[in-house]
């Protein structure tokens, strides 16, 4: 079973707006990270923002943030204010398992959504 | 600070042939992955080591593969004989390990673009 899923494998967003990126997990466990990761056509895995199972508020990191509906399952990405260069391939990414050997374990990714922002 | 280091960048091989990649974490990092990125899909872990011992490999395809974390530093990850389906980015990341508190964020390098013909 797919334990992350993300149902948009391209989306087109216009400069300067807000976009949304779906993700949907699923795991019994209830101590997990969720992340998203960017990944330009150069290749490199580029961490964006992290969202612990027990965290209360939803993370944010400059114009990135995380809307984590836990009773849901899911944690979509929001990119306010979008630029050119937020152009490439974004995973949603799962970690089962917090602190000590827990935070160590692999990440989990989906097949990604791609991204392109339109002048 | 310098980030995790992966040579080469690009191989071509043609199948049967072997092939090995080279990984140099960040300094001070536990842990350390190889991922494989299929094009299209996101990355799947191969093989995950903490120190020089091995985590988890359960996902490696151990009739081909191998790797191998000398002295808890640098990796190196082999094919051999490559086939066709192992054409893919293979990608290191490397994370504090178990004293990375909840957040430990996984370091990627550049990542190997593999081609085998």
């Known amino acids: 079973a797919q334990k992350i899923t993300q149902t948009q494998p391209g989306m087109f967003v216009q400069e300067k707006e807000a976009v949304t990126l779906d993700c949907t997990y699923d795991?019994?466990?209830?101590?997990?990270?969720l992340f998203w990761y960017k990944q330009p056509s150069s290749g490199e895995m580029i961490f964006l923002i992290y969202q612990g199972s027990y965290d209360e508020q939803n993370a944010t990191e400059g114009r990135y943030s995380l809307n984590f509906q836990k009773a849901r399952k899911s944690a979509n990405l929001v990119i306010s204010a979008s630029q050119l260069g937020d152009s490439a391939m974004y995973f949603c990414a799962m970690r089962e398992g917090l602190g000590g050997s827990g935070s160590a374990r692999q990440l989990t990714f989906g097949s990604g959504t791609q991204l392109t922002v339109l002048p | 600070e310098a980030g995790v280091a992966q040579s080469p960048r690009y191989k071509i091989i043609e199948k049967r042939q072997s092939v090995a990649f080279w990984c140099n974490p960040i300094?001070?990092?536990?842990?350390l992955y190889w991922y494989q990125q299929i094009l299209g899909q996101g990355p799947k872990l191969l093989i995950q080591?903490?120190?020089?011992?091995?985590?988890?490999d359960s996902q490696l395809p151990k009739d081909r593969f191998s790797a191998e974390r000398l002295k808890g530093v640098d990796s190196t990850l082999k094919i051999q004989p490559a086939k066709l389906e192992d054409s893919a980015v293979y990608l290191c990341?490397?994370?504090?390990?178990?004293?990375?508190?909840?957040?430990?964020?996984?370091?990627f390098g550049p990542g190997t673009r593999l081609t085998v013909l």
């Open positions: 795991t019994s466990d209830q101590s997990y990270g």
């Open positions: 990341a490397s994370s504090l390990g178990n004293r990375g508190g909840n957040y430990n964020e996984q370091f």
């Open positions: 080591f903490q120190n020089n011992g091995v985590v988890d």
């Open positions: 300094s001070g990092h536990a842990t």
